[in-house]
């Protein structure tokens, strides 16, 4: 039987429950994990003083109620499924490094900072810094896969190294800004300054864009490695279009003022004529 | 053993120990991947002469492919996990990333890996870029029709080489006839290949020659025009030809289901004798008796 917890206090400030995940909670009874520590403000508290628990923990969580004051669930994650019926605050999934997260409404800011493998799937929208590297460090993603099935906010893939990133509908500004390697797909209109300092990457759009000046647009083609990860989307719940899977699209190189070795591919909609 | 009119030899094939590897091939078009796939298995029938052998499997529809193009499913066998991985980086390299459009995956789940992609990258001249998803990296090579994507590693797994039916007819239209019917029949059985042109062989070998220099050299006891000559011939009254199918296999399985339908066929089309190929049982890791392939078939 898996282990459920539903919210029955809302906290007053926001609570830090890096505890609610299923490597911290497997094996564990109801009552074992009602004692699990967790911090409200700058005060210790008890997990059961917010949530009433049941089941036992076998390797998968529910978590039910309205979730958007809780820090930090499936923080540092490696196994095992984490369902959340409800919205989630920031840090979900940070540091992970296995398993499946997958929030039924929206997350808060920085889903999955610094993950190295897993899968999270959000079917609402997330906040800013999806995947992005914690402030002050290196690296922000550096494997696993995001899914965000409607719109995040600014700096998508901020500095991320490895790994997937998908939004289904729109993203903010800085999308994939300072990106070292990995691939960031955005099914819907992409912010400002798109790939900003990023060194390698990918960053993807079904949308035409403003590029940088430090950007240089190189030809028009059919990406066959993008095939394989429309696929991929498209298996995850991402309404990917056979338009979106067969199209050609523009193939921009920069950030000049960094490697100049990242692009963004950019689908041919015709709605623009071809740069040159 | 006698099925419909034909003669079925009390004796088996003598099959090989070998490696083999699945290379899936996608393009544009289903053209061109047939195109890569025929210059990928060109010269591979033996690898007494060829250092592998090679053919194509089945032609896959776009909803078997992983890129959902039309595609080609290749099996190339070597004798050695070495060899397997040499032969890939040689022929990938040079059939399948020069054919327009094409792009290049691995087939087979296995715990053995070699190293393709990886190698071939650096013809990209630190160009290629690397791409991780779902545990499978690839790399994105550019050409001038715009990039060659190719898999890091390609799985390789033991395999079975040399299973093999030698079909005699009364002449050559009609074992000729019998032999095609019969490879006909082997086609697309999962995991396996005919290696040789049309998947038939006339040329069949022992393991000897008078020659020093030459290991191998013409089956003469099968040699209709060494009848009278040879005294090792094993050409029964009435037969004037004699072709050989040979089949390797990702499976011992996959061999003998192939070498039962070969024979099926080849009796149905008027072989007059079905025997097979061996060294005495002391070469081959896999003795392959055709009497009990037929067990329920045969009158």
Redesign the interface.
Same mark, same amino acid.
């Given at each position: 039987m898996s282990l459920e917890l539903t919210l029955t206090t809302t906290p007053t400030v926001p609570l830090e429950a890096d505890v609610i995940s299923p490597a911290r909670l497997t094996g564990l009874s109801a009552a074992a994990a009602a004692k699990l520590t967790v911090v409200h403000g700058n005060v210790r508290a008890d997990l059961g003083e917010f949530f009433k628990i049941k089941g036992t923990g076998n390797g998968e969580v529910h978590v039910t109620g309205d979730l958007s004051r809780i820090k930090m669930i499936g923080a540092g994650m490696t196994e095992g499924r984490l369902i959340v019926h409800g919205s989630v605050g920031m840090h979900l999934g940070a540091r992970m490094a296995g398993g499946e997260i997958r929030v039924e409404g929206n997350a808060g800011d920085w889903v999955g900072p610094e993950m190295t493998n897993g899968l999270i799937v959000i079917n609402g929208n997330a906040g800013h810094l999806v995947g992005s590297a914690l402030r002050g460090d290196a690296a922000g993603m550096q494997g696993g896969e995001i899914v965000v099935l409607g719109n995040a906010g600014n700096e998508v893939g901020s500095g991320m190294r490895r790994g997937l990133i998908a939004i289904g509908g729109n993203t903010g500004d800085f999308t994939g800004v300072g990106m070292l390697a990995g691939t960031v797909v955005v099914l819907g209109q992409l912010g400002w300054r798109t790939g900003a300092s990023m060194k390698r990457g990918t960053i993807v759009s079904m949308h035409p864009v403003e590029m940088l000046p430090t950007f240089t647009h190189a030809c028009r083609y059919r990406p066959v490695f993008l095939r394989l990860y429309l696929a991929r989307l498209r298996r995850l719940g991402l309404p990917v279009t056979p338009d979106q899977l067969d199209g050609e699209y523009h193939r921009w190189c920069g950030d000049a003022l960094e490697l100049n070795r990242g692009e963004v591919l950019l689908l041919d909609t015709g709605e623009t004529a071809a740069p040159h | 053993m006698r099925l419909h009119d034909t003669d079925i030899v009390d004796t088996f094939a003598e099959a090989f120990a070998m490696w083999g590897a699945r290379v899936l091939i996608?393009a544009e078009t289903a053209e061109w991947a047939m195109a890569a796939a025929q210059s990928m298995t060109g010269f591979a029938t033996s690898v007494i002469g060829c250092k592998c052998e090679a053919g194509i499997e089945a032609v896959l529809l776009e909803d078997a492919t992983?890129?959902?193009?039309p595609g080609v499913s290749v099996l190339l066998f070597s004798m050695n996990a070495e060899g397997v991985g040499k032969r890939l980086v040689e022929r990938v390299g040079q059939c399948v990333m020069t054919c327009p459009s094409t +792009?290049c995956y691995n087939g087979l789940s296995a715990a053995e890996q070699v190293t393709v992609g990886g190698q071939l990258r650096y013809f990209g001249d630190k160009h290629q870029? +690397?791409? %991780? %998803?779902?545990g499978r990296r690839?790399w994105?090579v550019p050409v001038m029709d715009?990039?060659f %994507?190719v898999d890091d590693q390609f799985g390789i797994q033991p395999a079975v080489g040399g299973g093999n039916i030698l079909i005699l007819g009364r002449d050559e239209r009609a074992t000729l006839a019998a032999a095609a019917a019969a490879a006909a029949a082997m086609r697309g059985i999962p995991g396996t290949i005919l290696p040789f042109p049309g998947g038939v062989v006339r040329s069949g070998s022992k393991p000897a020659s008078r020659y020093k220099f030459l290991h191998a050299s013409t089956n003469d006891a099968y040699c209709p025009t060494l009848r009278a000559v040879s005294s090792e011939t094993q050409l029964p009254d009435g037969v004037g030809s004699v072709l050989e199918i040979v089949i390797d296999g990702l499976d011992l399985a996959g061999v003998e289901s192939a070498m039962r339908r070969g024979m099926q066929a080849a009796a149905e089309a008027g072989a007059v004798q079905i025997t097979a190929g061996n060294y005495g049982g002391g070469l081959g890791q896999y003795q392959i008796r055709l009497h009990p392939l037929l067990e329920g078939a045969a009158v």
């Open positions: - | 996608t992983p890129d959902h193009r +792009a870029i +690397a791409k %991780l %998803l779902e690839m994105r715009g990039e %994507l």
